[in-house]
């Protein structure tokens, strides 16, 4: 099928490359022409492991082209994937300026039948009014299809090509077969429904994964001052099948692009139909919380933070993407820089985005997790990077002028923590060797 895909972020990128190694001929559109650029080059502007080379083979094969030409790719195409950003507004609610300049877009440049299928999350009734707006600018007939997204960053190729399902909102039942065909390829698990329900069952999903995150870092809490260990309590619940393992590992609390945008959007949705969603409300407010036990734990251990220096290991808002969109690091290295620490960062690979978004003179940059390390009172790990996991916890206390590892994400096992003599706090996790702890300070010997 010839595919126009609209918008090269995470989700259209990988869509588009995805759809063209299953076949398809895809025309990727963007007018940041930077991208544009840099993707006829077969250099990716995300960071996603994989993407590069799929690119260059897509390109190679000719099912693959990038351009800023949207009329000339909508034009070209029998269907029109629309995956721009839909980031919040001050109240939460959805940002839908740029859904509806793409989709006035698509409804100048259409010259016969398309079907437009919107990948961005959009709250219910967005495809609706995506209806309206290209019915105002085209005479053609066309249809509308919801097919929200569930990618994961740094997963997102293998999500694509190997999805647990596929959701597809249609209310033109002429629709069916076509859809089915363009989608299994990737799976057959095709979960067909009509259009407003794809799109809340989008923010379901999004808001249950969030739910899960919190209540597991509420446990967590309790379990610290009980004396219990999350890491234990969490992976006898997930034996429960009903229950599943997945999402409830205790840490800081999620960051990223979708959910903190999604849960915020969800309860402006319930509020405009005026119902209160006090559960989800709580979910958002136990995260904004959590994360602010790194510095309540660095106080603790170190006393006032001013002139001090802090290693902070991670800033995206997990590993294997260079997403720094609500990280829990921008609040952390905000507020430490308020508080005078001065502030030794490494992240594999989001260092560049981070600079761009928050530059302080108190932010010393470093090449490696060592460096950050190097003379500081502490070490913040906020990320859990792989290269983190393999620091040499020995070296870590001597490199360090005090030996404070504070762990957001429970990288370090107690075994790890016992061998290296370091005073160490974890999220959830009982208080063993005397010291006092977020948690579960493991401390010399366990
Ligand atoms: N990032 C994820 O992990 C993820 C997962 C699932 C769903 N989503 C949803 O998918 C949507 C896209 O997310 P993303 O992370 O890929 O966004 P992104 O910000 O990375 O990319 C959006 C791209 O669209 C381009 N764009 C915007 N308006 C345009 C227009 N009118 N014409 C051409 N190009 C235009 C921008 O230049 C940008 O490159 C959002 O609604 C998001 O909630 C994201």
Same mark, same amino acid.
């Given at each position: ?9 995470y ?10 190694l ?11 022409? %930077? ?8 250099e %990716? ?40 950003g ?8 959805a ?6 300049q793409?989709?006035a877009a698509?409804?100048? &440049? ?13 709250p ?8 309206e ?14 097919a ?11 999500d ?17 077969e ?6 299994e ?13 794809a799109e809340?069952i989008k923010? &379901?999903?999004n ?15 309790i379990?610290?001052k ?9 992976e ?18 999620y960051?990223?692009s979708c959910f ?8 402006q949705?319930?509020g ?33 933070l ?12 997990k590993p294997n ?22 502030v030794?960062?490494?992240d ?7 600079k761009?978004?928050?530059d ?7 090449a ?9 009172? &502490? ?14 916890l ?22 790890q ?8 706090? %974890?999220?959830?996790?009982p208080?063993?060797g005397g010291? %006092? ?10």
């Open positions: 099928m010839k595919l126009a895909v609209i918008g090269t972020g989700v259209g990128l990988v869509s588009g490359v995805c759809f063209a299953r076949g398809n001929e895809v025309i990727c559109v963007d007018y940041d022409e %930077s991208k544009i650029e840099k993707l006829k080059r077969a %990716s502007p995300i960071y996603e492991p994989g993407i590069e080379e799929l690119i260059e083979q897509n390109l190679a094969e000719r099912r693959l082209e990038f351009t800023t030409d949207l009329e000339g790719a909508v034009r070209r195409s029998d269907i029109v994937i629309i995956a721009v839909t980031p919040s507004l001050p109240n939460g609610e940002n839908l300026h740029y859904i509806e793409a989709a698509v409804g100048q &440049a259409m010259n016969t039948h398309k079907i437009v299928m919107t990948k961005s999350t959009v219910v009734g967005t495809n609706e009014k995506i209806r707006v290209i019915a105002r600018h085209t005479q053609y007939a066309f249809d509308i299809v919801s929200p997204e569930f990618l994961r960053e740094g997963s997102a190729i293998s694509t090509l190997q999805p647990d399902r596929i959701i597809i909102g249609i209310d033109n039942p002429a629709l069916h076509t859809m089915v065909k363009l989608h390829v990737f799976t057959s698990n095709i979960y067909v429904t009509d259009v407003r329900s809340m923010y &379901a999903s808001a249950f994964l969030a739910t899960k995150i919190s209540f597991i870092n509420e446990i967590a809490n379990c610290e009980v004396g219990a260990d999350v890491t234990n309590v969490a006898g619940m997930g034996m429960d099948k009903r229950i599943g393992s997945s999402f409830l590992q205790a840490g800081i609390g960051g990223g903190p945008k999604d849960t915020n959007a969800l309860i949705i319930a405009n139909v005026d119902y209160e969603f006090k559960l989800l409300k709580s979910v958002v407010e136990v995260n904004s919380d959590q994360r602010y036990m790194i510095i309540a734990k660095l106080r603790e251990s170190l006393g006032q001013h002139g001090v220096p802090v290693g902070i290991w991670g800033l995206s808002f993407t260079d997403d720094i969109r609500e990280s829990p690091a921008l609040e952390i290295i905000g507020t430490l820089i308020q508080e005078g620490a001065i030794k960062v490494h594999p690979i989001a260092m560049d985005k981070f761009a978004e928050m302080h003179p108190s932010i010393h940059w470093c490696t997790p060592e460096e950050a390390a190097t003379g500081s009172d &502490a070490v913040c790990l906020l990320t859990d990077w792989e290269a983190y996991k393999q620091v040499d020995h070296r870590l206390g001597a490199l360090l002028r005090k030996p404070v590892l504070i762990d957001g994400r429970n990288v370090f096992s107690e075994q923590i016992a061998e290296s003599g370091l005073e160490y706090y %974890s999220v959830g996790r208080r063993m010291l %006092s702890g977020m948690s579960p300070s493991v401390a010399g010997a366990v």
